[in-house]
């Protein structure tokens, strides 16, 4: 059982009403502002999927870029003309999607000049991105405002492919996500690939217990010929798939290959090595959860409100900008 466009609105709606510290961030924020400011966003969502579906995954990869910075307040989206950017770290190597959200924005800015956020054009965009997967349809507040700060060494804070469960617990709690936040939002892998260059260490440079650097050894064996197969020493630009099998559909495929070792990221396996992920890793692989619950898609909804209301700026704090990629 998942969740129906009714169902999730309903359940987002009552997180909302719960988590309170949205603040000013409501649902049809621009009915009366700007009327037509989602369906645009959708539309240009849309129409760049039509010429590469790859670029949905990317979207939703951007929503989770910009939040876990500053967050949600597109200051990944600053480009700056001296690699200052906070969108020049490291961390955001392969970053894409940033010119479907210059172009719904040239476009709302036509429409409803000066009135809707790059931060809240990201937001939609993501929210888009999973529906057009085949993930839920859901209700997302709108009213950010776009920030004035972007740095380089912002960024250091983000997830990283090497970090421990007990890191990625850390790092997402600071923003006020839970561990069950932690797996819903890495289920996200569910469609979509990876670079061999995030998986490079974990293949040929895994620190060993008795010493020296190989394969990770938690790695199946058929699985990690498999993976070299694809990703040779070296080879940084290959891409494979994040869900062995299904990397098209979303589902909790990208689950039952964690719990089954078939994780592709050091970091998406690492959830299955720690006993407060563990549990909710097995409650959505599990065949009774699709029957008694929980429910994956609802609650992946849930969790995407929730991260989308990280740090979110509004009233005096903030701006609209004119362009997403330079401040006013």
């Not at 700007?34 to 990317?58: G, K, M, Y």
């Not at 009135?115 to 529906?131: G, P």
């Amino acid at each position: 059982m998942g969740c129906s466009s009714t169902s999730c609105s309903v359940a987002v709606a009552l997180l909302l009403l719960a988590l309170g510290a949205s603040g000013q961030l409501q649902v049809g924020f621009y009915s009366k502002s700007c009327p037509s400011a989602e369906s645009t966003v959708a539309s240009v969502v849309r129409a760049a999927s039509a010429s590469d579906s790859t670029i949905l995954p990317a979207l939703l990869r951007l929503q989770f870029h910009d939040c876990f910075v500053r967050g949600c307040d597109a200051s990944v989206l600053i480009k700056g003309g001296n690699n200052s950017a906070e969108v020049d770290n490291a961390k955001h190597q392969g970053l894409r999607g940033l010119d479907v959200i210059d172009s719904a924005k040239a476009q709302l800015e036509t429409q409803c000049p000066g009135v809707v956020s790059c931060a809240d054009i990201v937001i939609l965009a993501a929210r888009d991105a999973v529906a057009f997967t085949g993930g839920p349809s859901f209700d997302v507040p709108t009213g950010r405002l776009d920030g004035k700060v972007s740095n380089l060494r912002d960024a250091d804070v983000l997830p990283d492919v090497h970090d421990s469960a007990q890191v990625l617990r850390s790092k997402f709690a600071a923003g006020g996500l839970d561990d069950k936040d932690l797996v819903l939002l890495s289920a996200a892998h569910t469609v979509g690939t990876t670079a061999c260059f995030f998986m490079q260490d974990r293949l040929y440079n895994f620190p060993l217990a008795g010493g020296g650097r190989g394969s990770d050894p938690s790695i199946p064996v058929d699985f990690l010929a498999e993976l070299k197969s694809r990703c040779a020493p070296g080879d940084f630009n290959t891409r494979v798939p994040l869900d062995r099998g299904s990397e098209r559909v979303f589902d909790t495929s990208i689950l039952r290959n964690i719990r089954n070792g078939f994780g592709v990221i050091a970091s998406d396996a690492a959830l299955y090595d720690d006993a407060s992920t563990v549990d909710v890793v097995d409650s959505y692989s599990g065949l009774l959860g699709t029957i008694f619950g929980p429910y994956f898609r609802q609650d992946f909804a849930d969790s995407m409100v929730k991260m989308g209301s990280i740090g979110v700026i509004t009233g005096s704090n903030g701006e609209v900008r004119k362009l997403c990629s330079k401040f006013n």
